[in-house]
């Protein structure tokens, strides 16, 4: 099944995205942006065709996909689910939570697929090991990165820590019970670097920090549960699993790391294992999965619902460290 797909903003992300549906399941029909000049250029640079109007790209489309700024999302997203269209939408959703409970319902009265963009959740790195996460109790998480001024107006909880925010509510399953958060504003006029601690309902604790004023990048993930610890470097695509097992006979590697935890106590046994790290690229994924979610007639693996969760969640936090 072809499925006909229109950009909305071909600024700095809305290349990556010409970029990937140029590798994509879905047919890249054209982009519209405001900027004539932004336009051109992108046009003769991928050579795909930019619509004239909104309008008229919508009309020439199966799906819409909104990379223009956070504070346009709910107006172009809107105005693509009440011409029927299915609707991509990048992370964070909206701006405000009543924006993205309307577009849920709008999606039910217009029978449209919404995704939300938290590329994160196809990160190969943490593919590689989601089917071993079992129960988590604590969970940490740094992403750091050097400071761009095309950020400076948007808090670094919805720049940045909204990425790990949804990371934690798609593996704890539990009610949020507690949030703790600070932030400071170093550079711009909102903060620049957050620390969230958020403690839920079963006894799992995330704490999260972000930072865009780090001299380097960092985007790691480390996960306790019980018998195992596990890493994600989302930067540098690597994980790694620690694990422990009973051992019920001796074992025959004279390297094997046995714990000995004393007498009547069977022995425990260290593995360490690095998952096979796919070569894949996250974006070209997320966008192929939409696809197969609206040809397959499914819930899309990133839904509005995930979207609208990981927005108020990030509210939350931003509303204690206001206090």
Known sequence: ???????????????HHVRCHQLGKFDLVGFYDINQETSKAVEQEF???SFPSYDALIEACDVIDVVVPTSDHYDVSAQAIRSGKHVFIEKPVTSTIREAAHLKKLATQHQVKIQV????RF????????????????????????????????PVVLDLLIHDIDIVLNLVKSNVELIRSSGVPVISHSPDITNARVEFENKCVANMTSSRI????MRKLRLFQP?????????NKKSDIVSIHEVLDDPTDPFALIMDLGEGK???????????????????????????AIVNDTIPEVSIEDGYNALKLAMEIMDFMNR
Request: glycine letters at 8%; proline letters at 6%; a positive charge.
């Open 214 to 217: 780090s001299l380097k990048k």
């Open 123 to 154: 990160n190969p790195a943490f593919r590689a090991v989601q089917e071993f996460i079992h129960e988590p109790k604590f969970i940490e998480l740094h992403r750091l990165g050097p400071f761009h001024p095309r950020n400076k107006d948007v």
């Open 47 to 49: 050579q795909v065709r």
């Open 266 to 292: 069977p022995k425990k046994q260290i593995r360490f294992e690095k998952p096979e790290v796919a070569d894949k690229n996250a974006m070209v994924e997320e966008l192929n999965s939409f696809h197969d």
């Open 227 to 235: 018998g195992a610890y596990i890493t994600i470097d989302f930067l």
């Open 1 to 15: 099944m072809s499925l006909k797909v229109g950009i909305v903003g071909v600024g700095h992300f809305g290349k």
């Open 117 to 120: 963009g938290h590329i994160e």
